[in-house]
C-alpha cells in the first residue's frame, strides 16, 4: 500500500500512570495508576463508557497533556524528557491523528487539506500536493473527487481525507479516536476496514477509541477502562 517500514513502527509504554484535573476536593481523577505496553505494529481499541478516561489517555500519548504521576514512552521516548519543541516534532512526523469531527478547512480542497502537513517538514507545495494525491489514492480517493472542498463530498469521503492527512507524513501511530461516531454504519464499515489494511499491510500501530463494539472488534486486542483504570486487556479470539 505504501512505502512504510518496519522500521517506522512505534510502540507506547504507558507506566503508573495517574491524570488528576483540578485541585483538592473538586479535582476529578481521569486516570488511576493506568500501566499498558503497546507493542510496534498492535491494532488496540480502548473502550469504555463515557467518562471513563479514553480521550485522556490518547491525549496524554499524543503528548498533548501531561500526567500527574507516572510517564509516556512513545517511539522510545520518554515524552516528559522532551521539551515542546521536541514533542510537537514527534506529533508531526510519527503519530496521525483522526477524529469523529473530520476538522477539514472548508475552504481547501481535498489535496489541499492533505498537503498542508508536508509544508511543515519542509516539503514544496508542489512535492506537498503530489504526495497528497499518493495518499489520497491509498484511502481510495482519485480522480476529480481529490479537487473538491469538504462540503462536496459524502462524510464517508471526508473521512477518508482525514485518514489521508494523518498518513500523508508516513507516521508509525495512528491515534483514532472515534473516527466512524459521525458515520452510517456500512461507510464506518469501509473506514475501518481501511484503518485494518494500514494496520495489516503497512504496519502502523493503532490506538482506536471507540464506544462500538462492532468497531473495536476489527482490533487485535481491547482494553477496557471505567472509572480511569483498567477493567479489561483482552485479545480478540479468532
Ligand atoms: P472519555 O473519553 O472516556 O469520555 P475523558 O478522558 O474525556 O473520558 O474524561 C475522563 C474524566 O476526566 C471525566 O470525568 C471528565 O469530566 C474529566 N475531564 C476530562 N478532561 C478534563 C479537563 N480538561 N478538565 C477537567 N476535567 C476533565
Not at 518496519?6 to 495517574?18: L, N, Q, Y
Not at 471513563?52 to 522510545?76: C, F, I, M, Y
Not at 476538522?103 to 498542508?116: G, Q, R
Request: glycine share 12%; proline share 3%.
Amino acid at each position: 500500500m505504501s512505502d512504510q517500514t518496519a522500521d517506522s513502527r512505534v510502540g507506547v509504554v504507558v507506566e503508573g500512570v495517574s491524570k488528576r484535573y483540578g485541585e483538592g476536593g473538586h479535582g476529578v481523577t481521569a486516570l488511576a495508576d493506568v500501566s499498558l505496553i503497546i507493542g510496534a505494529g498492535e491494532f488496540v481499541s480502548i473502550m469504555g463508557p463515557s467518562g471513563s478516561g479514553k480521550s485522556t489517555l490518547l491525549n496524554l500519548v499524543a503528548g498533548l497533556d501531561v500526567p500527574s504521576a507516572g510517564r509516556v514512552v512513545v517511539d522510545g521516548r520518554d515524552l516528559a524528557t522532551l521539551g515542546e519543541e521536541a514533542r510537537s516534532a514527534l506529533r508531526l512526523r510519527r503519530i496521525g491523528f483522526v477524529f469523529q469531527s473530520f476538522n477539514l478547512f472548508p475552504t481547501f480542497s481535498a489535496e489541499e487539506n492533505v498537503a498542508w502537513p508536508l509544508e511543515f517538514l519542509g516539503a514544496t507545495w508542489r512535492e506537498a500536493c503530489a504526495r497528497a494525491a499518493g495518499a489520497l489514492r491509498q484511502v481510495g480517493l482519485g480522480g476529480t473527487a481529490c479537487r473538491r472542498r469538504p462540503a462536496e463530498l459524502s462524510g464517508g469521503e471526508q473521512q477518508r481525507v482525514a485518514i489521508a492527512r494523518a498518513l500523508v507524513t508516513r507516521p508509525g501511530l495512528l491515534l483514532a479516536d472515534e473516527p466512524t461516531g459521525n458515520l452510517d454504519s456500512a461507510t464506518g464499515e469501509e473506514i475501518l476496514a481501511l484503518l485494518r489494511a494500514l494496520n495489516t499491510v503497512d504496519g502502523v500501530t493503532i490506538i482506536l477509541v471507540t464506544h462500538s463494539t462492532a468497531a473495536a472488534a476489527c482490533a487485535a486486542r481491547t482494553v477496557e477502562l471505567r472509572d480511569g483504570r483498567i477493567v479489561r486487556d483482552a485479545l480478540a479470539a479468532r
